[in-house]
């Protein structure tokens, strides 16, 4: 008979496998991301120092660093707590804060946990975020603290995910009301994320009515997990999937009135590729951006060495591109002029929202 730990050991292990493949094909392809519609306008006499900026900003009452995040992935298994140490120790040269992968298989098989605390093992000192799903209860969401003794809960909200696993959740009626509960029994922030699919304004609004103030977007354009699980099915019939939800810089500019409005804080990810899709992010209204199947695949094909060195050399390039930009705080990037172009523009169109106001921020 094949154990708990075996099914979801097994399920992480393809996860990983397959997000890496769908990495590479991607890097060689074509695709558009829509990150690349948002277009900078370019100040040649920004008159900014690298000594004056600072990268420093703000989520769930901590100061951060640098806006940017290890977003949640894997756990589960002897070769996904691996995956997660080699993160960890990433996380940690490059001081960043790390998000486990759902930790389902710790709750229903407790002999996991070593797979899961090797993040706080590894980053003693970091900012370390637990996930676990809307079917939570309060009592399992405080064991996923209460295990790496987690600054913050992401519950992840994956329904197009959900429905192509053949052993998925069919019924998402009580996630709201769990949603709810959960954000009222536990003493540290709760974030709520999508995995790849993007949050509406609409969805934004809902969250923010059930006591939630962190919402991550996640959005479309990276990895993406219709095609992941299709690619689990036998017959692979979901394939027309493939192009659901919207992305990143669809949904910042989609949710940044309710989120304003709302007070919930917005972060950034999805389809993040490199140092100008994390600054375009920021000038979007994200707070941090949070990345996963860039360095998921950096550390797998080149190991925690050139991970650490990558995340690194994000953190500086973010910087200088801020030098550019004459931003020296991630909040002054939201002044900046900012061009969303092609299908972006017309996502902004139908939604009602005016380009012309990203494209002409800056007080002249
Ligand atoms: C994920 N993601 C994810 N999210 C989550 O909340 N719980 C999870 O268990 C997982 N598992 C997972 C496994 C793997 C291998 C990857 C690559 C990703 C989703 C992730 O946090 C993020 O929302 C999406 O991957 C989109 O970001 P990228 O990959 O395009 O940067």
Same mark, same amino acid.
């Given at each position: 008979?094949?154990?708990?730990?075996?099914?979801?050991?097994?399920?992480?292990?393809?996860?990983?496998?397959?997000?890496?493949?769908?990495?590479?094909?991607?890097?060689?392809?074509?695709?558009?991301?829509?990150?690349?519609?948002?277009?900078?306008?370019?100040?040649?006499?920004?008159?900014?120092?690298?000594?004056?900026?600072?990268?420093?900003?703000?989520?769930?009452?901590?100061?951060?660093?640098?806006?940017?995040?290890?977003?949640?992935?894997?756990?589960?298994?002897?070769?996904?707590?691996?995956?997660?140490?080699?993160?960890?120790?990433?996380?940690?040269? @490059?001081?960043? #804060?790390?998000?486990?992968? =759902?930790?389902? /298989?710790? $709750?229903?098989?407790? *002999?996991?946990?070593?797979?899961? %605390?090797?993040?706080?093992?590894?980053?003693?000192?970091?900012?370390?975020?637990?996930?676990?799903?809307?079917?939570?209860?309060?009592?399992?969401?405080?064991?996923?603290?209460?295990?790496?003794?987690?600054?913050?809960?992401?519950?992840?909200?994956?329904?197009?995910?959900?429905?192509?696993?053949?052993?998925?959740?069919?019924?998402?009626?009580?996630?709201?009301?769990?949603?709810?509960?959960?954000?009222?029994?536990?003493?540290?922030?709760?974030?709520?994320?999508?995995?790849?699919?993007?949050?509406?304004?609409?969805?934004?609004?809902?969250?923010?009515?059930?006591?939630?103030?962190?919402?991550?977007?996640?959005?479309?354009?990276?990895?993406?997990?219709?095609?992941?699980?299709?690619?689990?099915?036998?017959?692979?019939?979901? @394939?027309?999937? #493939?192009?659901?939800?919207? =992305?990143?810089? /669809?949904? $910042?500019?989609?949710? *940044?009135?309710?989120?304003?409005? %709302?007070?919930?804080?917005?972060?950034?990810?999805?389809?993040?590729?490199?140092?100008?899709?994390?600054?375009?992010?920021?000038?979007?209204?994200?707070?941090?951006?949070?990345?996963?199947?860039?360095?998921?695949?950096?550390?797998?094909?080149?190991?925690?060495?050139?991970?650490?060195?990558?995340?690194?050399?994000?953190?500086?390039?973010?910087?200088?591109?801020?030098?550019?930009?004459?931003?020296?705080?991630?909040?002054?990037?939201?002044?900046?002029?900012?061009?969303?172009?092609?299908?972006?523009?017309?996502?902004?169109?139908?939604?009602?929202?005016?380009?012309?106001?990203?494209?002409?921020?800056?007080?002249?």
């Amino acid at each position: 008979m094949t154990t708990v730990a075996e099914t979801y050991g097994s399920r992480k292990d393809d996860h990983v496998r397959l997000a890496v493949e769908q990495h590479h094909l991607r890097a060689a392809g074509v695709e558009v991301n829509q990150f690349d519609e948002v277009r900078f306008v370019h100040d040649a006499l920004a008159g900014t120092s690298e000594s004056t900026v600072s990268l420093a900003t703000e989520v769930a009452g901590t100061r951060w660093a640098v806006p940017l995040f290890i977003n949640a992935m894997t756990g589960g298994s002897a070769r996904t707590g691996e995956v997660n140490r080699g993160l960890a120790i990433a996380a940690r040269e @490059a001081n960043v #804060a790390i998000a486990t992968g =759902s930790m389902s /298989a710790y $709750l229903a098989e407790p *002999a996991l946990a070593p797979t899961y %605390r090797v993040l706080r093992e590894e980053h003693p000192d970091g900012f370390i975020i637990a996930n676990v799903n809307a079917n939570a209860t309060p009592e399992m969401a405080r064991r996923a603290v209460d295990l790496l003794g987690a600054d913050a809960l992401q519950i992840h909200i994956n329904t197009i995910q959900e429905i192509v696993m053949p052993e998925g959740d069919r019924d998402f009626s009580a996630w709201p009301r769990q949603i709810a509960r959960l954000v009222e029994a536990l003493d540290v922030p709760v974030i709520v994320k999508e995995v790849g699919f993007g949050m509406s304004r609409a969805a934004v609004d809902r969250v923010a009515d059930l006591g939630v103030s962190i919402v991550d977007v996640s959005g479309r354009g990276g990895t993406n997990f219709a095609a992941i699980e299709n690619a689990r099915r036998p017959l692979g019939d979901f @394939a027309y999937l #493939a192009d659901w939800g919207q =992305s990143a810089p /669809a949904c $910042l500019v989609d949710a *940044a009135a309710v989120a304003h409005r %709302r007070g919930v804080t917005l972060l950034g990810s999805g389809g993040v590729r490199h140092p100008l899709d994390v600054v375009r992010a920021l000038a979007l209204g994200a707070r941090a951006v949070g990345v996963s199947g860039t360095f998921l695949s950096v550390l797998d094909s080149h190991g925690v060495d050139a991970l650490v060195s990558t995340i690194l050399d994000w953190v500086t390039q973010i910087r200088q591109l801020m030098v550019v930009l004459g931003a020296p705080t991630v909040r002054d990037l939201a002044n900046t002029d900012v061009l969303l172009t092609g299908n972006l523009a017309e996502f902004c169109r139908l939604r009602g929202i005016d380009p012309g106001e990203y494209a002409r921020r800056a007080a002249l």
